[in-house]
């Protein structure tokens, strides 16, 4: 199982998006997904059904422990699973990280056992605090970032402190960063992805990068990943699963001899 985290430095770049659309891809793929909200003002469960922000999640594991799989909510996509955010008003009264960065670790090897292959862990702004210690217990992040001039100024440190955290001793290694909300037809835009594109090494950018497209907003307002938007997916749909296969190939996940195998015909 791989552990994948998403971050930021900053909010609104799109990683809640991100992470929904990433996941259903990965799932529509074939692979057995879950997606933590570990953001306390749940984006995830808000952008899918305001009804789990009344569920148990989360924060409740963290505070109290237990099974996931008493808070993990199905999908219609039987590959798709979520656990939300839950309600956090206890963790954050008391304030204190003591004890979470070994929770979440529990968390991830009672999803390997449950059978996922890959959990998702959406983060809050910043490289602090939770989200810290959610980077530092996953096996790869993506750094999603906006294609706006902050961008230049904001990537070096953002690698500077992953650098950081494998130096201290956390196995978390960088699976690139995500150009996201890309204005192609901006002259602004798209000097940033440009420059970007000629600042990092290749193997630091994915190739794929997100645009600026209202319907995520549609998507989000319905409670939807974005393929299932209209009949026919839009071509920012069919973005996302192209993501999924490139970030397969960075970080290793690979089916198995045995599933290549079972699949491999339809008669024989």
């Known amino acids: 199982m791989i552990a994948l985290a998403t971050a930021s430095q ?21 692979w057995n997904v879950l997606l933590v909200d570990t953001d306390p003002q749940g984006g995830i469960g808000l952008s899918l059904s305001k009804s789990t922000r009344k569920k ?3 924060y409740d594991y963290l505070v109290k422990g237990g099974e996931i799989r008493t808070f ?19 963790f954050l009264r008391r304030h204190d990280l003591n004890g979470s960065e070994q929770r979440l670790r529990d968390l991830l090897k009672q999803a390997e056992l449950i059978g996922y292959d890959c959990v998702i862990l959406d983060t809050a702004a910043g490289l602090t605090g939770l989200s810290e210690v959610a980077v530092r217990v996953s096996d790869w992040v993506v750094i999603p970032q906006q294609a706006e001039p902050l961008a230049i100024r904001s990537v070096p440190l953002l690698l500077e ?17 995500l150009l996201t909300m890309l204005m192609e037809s901006q002259p602004a835009s798209a000097k940033v992805a440009k420059e970007l594109r000629q600042m990092l090494p290749a193997q630091l950018l994915f190739t794929q990068a997100i645009p600026r497209d209202p319907l995520f907003l549609e998507a989000s307002a319905l ?5 299932l938007l209209r009949k026919n997916p839009p071509p920012s749909a069919l973005l996302f699963d192209q993501l999924a296969a490139e970030l397969e190939e960075r970080i290793g996940l690979q089916q198995s001899k045995d599933q290549v195998e079972s699949h491999a015909s339809l008669l024989d």
């Open 223 to 227: 409670g939807l990943p974005l393929s």
């Open 56 to 58: 148990k999640g989360f």
């Open 72 to 90: 993990i909510l199905p999908t219609r996509l039987p590959e798709f699973s979520i656990l939300p955010c839950g309600q956090p008003e206890e």
């Open 10 to 30: 900053k909010g609104g770049v799109g990683k809640t998006t991100v992470c929904i659309n990433l996941g259903h891809a990965l799932a529509r793929r074939g």
């Open 161 to 177: 402190t992953l650098a950081r955290f494998r130096t201290e001793g956390a196995p978390v290694r960088f699976a690139g960063l």
